[in-house]
């Protein structure tokens, strides 16, 4: 999938599944963008990853030849996501957004003038959206994160903002900020899928990608079935350790394997 086509599927809300990056591991970031997911969305937030990890991450995501590659930057910084869109981005999820002055500006940090205030230079982006900045501005996706109690009072103006391409449930954040005790905690199970459903009620009203973190691929299947367009599953750090434990598991219980035993 190219950058034009990745950002008309955001914006038309067409479904789309991608994995989330933790880890410096380009290597390991190669393989994941081969399996077949969309996009492939490397954390700089929360991620073990500085830019250099950004960028060479982003041509792992490039070399396997069919996902395309977003980040999740630190802040709302015009700096931080002009870095990222540099380094081959094809857009970027913006976390905080709590108000639609908040988007206004996130939006503008991915736009060249006189739509935005992105600055123009040579970077890896040229290599994918070619060198003029309307080409640029088309092919560029920006997503704000909906996870504070402040975000979902103003989902209404936030979605209304001209030019963002989609809003991003952060479940973590938004279940504690809704009382929960912890992330997914099942005690407030009911104002939480409420608040989730009117995130995609809204993102729909104003036709704009409604996205979710999902822990495993039957939770993003679910979310897709209420509504929201495009999803990202668990991350690289998460999937490593749970994949560890099952194959000790294995061993230590003495379960055997079918495919070795049948050799």
């Known amino acids: 999938m190219d950058a034009i086509t990745f950002a008309r599927t955001i914006r038309e809300r067409r479904e789309s599944v991608g994995y989330w990056v933790t880890l410096d591991a380009p290597p ?3 393989r994941i963008a081969r399996v077949g997911y969309d996009f492939v969305c490397l954390d700089e937030q929360h991620g073990m990853m500085g830019y250099a990890g950004i960028l060479n991450g982003m041509m792992a ?49 991915t736009r060249y003038a006189p739509l935005g205030v992105r ?17 640029a501005n088309e092919a560029t996706v920006v997503i704000a994160m ?10 209404e103006s936030i979605c209304a903002v001209d030019g963002l391409d989609g809003v991003y449930v952060g479940p973590s954040d938004l279940s504690i900020a809704l009382g929960g005790a912890y992330p997914y905690d099942p005690s407030i199970g009911e ?6 459903a009117t ?8 036709g704009v990608a409604a996205g979710i973190h999902a822990p ?27 994949a560890a434990a099952t194959h000790l598991h294995a061993a230590r219980v003495g379960v055997p394997n079918a495919e070795t035993v049948s050799r």
């Open 146 to 155: 909906i996870e504070t109690l402040e975000a979902l009072e103003n989902i």
């Open 28 to 30: 390991a970031t190669e």
């Open 61 to 109: 995501i490039d070399a396997g030849r069919t996902a395309v590659g977003l980040v999740r930057v630190g802040e709302n910084s015009e700096r931080l996501i002009e870095r990222a869109l540099d380094a081959g981005a094809v857009g970027v999820i913006v976390p905080m957004v709590n108000t639609a002055a908040d988007a206004v500006h996130a939006v503008a940090a």
């Open 119 to 135: 600055s123009y230079g040579p970077a890896r982006s040229a290599l994918r959206i070619g060198p003029r900045p309307a080409e």
């Open 216 to 242: 495993d691929g039957a939770t993003a299947a679910l979310r897709i079935d209420r509504g929201y367009t495009f999803v990202c599953i668990a991350n690289d750090l998460a999937h490593l350790e749970v």
């Open 191 to 196: 104002v939480y899928e409420q608040a989730l």
């Open 199 to 206: 995130v995609a009620d809204t993102a729909r009203r104003h």
